[in-house]
């Protein structure tokens, strides 16, 4: 029996998305999957993205409509929006910088949820390739050096279906818990917990990369708000959890431990032998190991070692390890947006 081919609904989600939003447009417009509509909400973009989307929309085979979500649209009203005036029984999210690297990812996603009707979600493997990896500034090839060449599945509405009843069902994304601009994500996280209520997820062999940003003013300061706002959310996910969920959750605590080794080692260095020194610089060599770990890939690229920010690679891999501790249980004692009361 040939199987029904059920169209689809994508939902886009962006701000200032114009170093990517082209690629994003044009290779969901190119899938051999049928497309109902892609809705494209952009949220008060600044930067020419609206314009981008309606040069492609002109010439796109797939029907684009451009939604304006307004000065306070965000990730999460635009993924509940989309939701409410889909057409279709399936609905894929998207992020404005991300995109698919071939004709047949959208199939690969949805047919897993049309075999199965007891599935209710599918996710994507998301991809760092090299080239993209590349065209990055030094301090956000920093940030995502551990995702560069790698090939995870992942939950993170970069390019993930949904069926439109269930999406609905559990209320869609908890738009007063992640509000723009609140200082921390987990929005994804929560999603996934909530929705696996209402029936199987399923991990499909569909493929995503996520693009982020291409533009040349990624500095020192962008990188520090990055990471702030990557440990805050690993602290709010634990904080919304109520503790650890799964066995992957212990992940975000290996800095926090990192971090306290130079006192734990140095105290017992100075009780065996008398000496808290030896037991600290150990501590120490620990930690530019780890550092040195995490950011090899930093020195696989031969223009990065014409860059003399390299020499910082080890010393400021550490200085994170105590930046992020902070920053993450500060996500996890500190009240969340619908925690403060009000609404």
């Known amino acids: 029996m040939e199987m029904k081919e059920i169209p689809v609904t994508i939902i886009v989600s962006g701000k200032n998305s114009a170093t990517t939003i082209r690629q994003c447009l044009e290779s969901l417009a190119a899938q051999d999957w049928p497309v109902d509509e892609i809705l494209v909400f952009d949220n008060d ?40 005036m889909a057409k279709s029984e399936i609905v894929v999210l998207c992020h404005s910088d991300g995109m698919v690297p071939s004709s047949g990812e959208l199939r690969k996603l949805v047919v897993p949820l049309v075999e199965d009707t007891s599935a209710v ?38 390019f993930d279906a949904v069926r439109r009843e269930a999406f609905l069902s559990v209320g869609g ?17 929560d999603f996934w917990r909530r929705i696996g209520t209402t029936g199987r997820r399923i991990y499909t062999e569909a493929c995503a990369v996520h693009l982020h940003n291409f533009s040349p003013d990624f500095g020192w300061r962008s990188y520090m708000k990055t990471r702030k706002l990557m440990a805050r959310t690993y602290g709010k996910i634990i904080r919304f959890q109520r503790g650890v ?16 080794l130079p006192f734990v080692m140095g105290a017992a ?13 150990c501590a120490l060599a620990i930690l530019c190991l780890f550092a040195l770990l995490n950011g090899w890939k930093m020195f696989t690229a031969w223009k990065n070692w014409l860059d003399p920010r390299m020499a910082l690679v080890v010393p400021c891999g550490v200085f994170m390890v105590y930046y992020e501790s902070y920053w993450f249980f500060d996500g996890i004692f500190r009240k969340a947006s619908d925690e403060e009361g009000g609404r």
């Open 269 to 281: 260095s100075h009780l065996l032998f008398g000496r808290w020194i030896s037991g600290v610089v």
């Open 245 to 260: 969920y799964c066995l992957g959750d212990m992940a975000f605590f290996i800095r926090p431990c990192l971090a306290l």
């Open 45 to 84: 973009s600044s930067d020419g993205s609206q314009d981008i989307i309606r040069e492609v929309a002109a010439k796109s085979n797939a029907p684009i409509r451009l939604i304006d979500g307004g000065p306070d649209g965000f990730l999460c009203s635009a993924y509940n929006r989309g939701a409410a």
């Open 173 to 189: 994304f908890n738009e007063r818990r992640f509000k723009a601009g609140n200082g921390y994500g987990g929005e994804d996280s």
């Open 121 to 158: 979600a599918a996710y994507p493997r998301i991809l760092m390739p090299r080239e993209v990896w590349n065209r990055f500034p030094f301090w956000q090839k920093f940030v995502f050096v551990r995702a560069v060449d790698a090939t995870n599945h992942a939950v993170c509405a970069i």
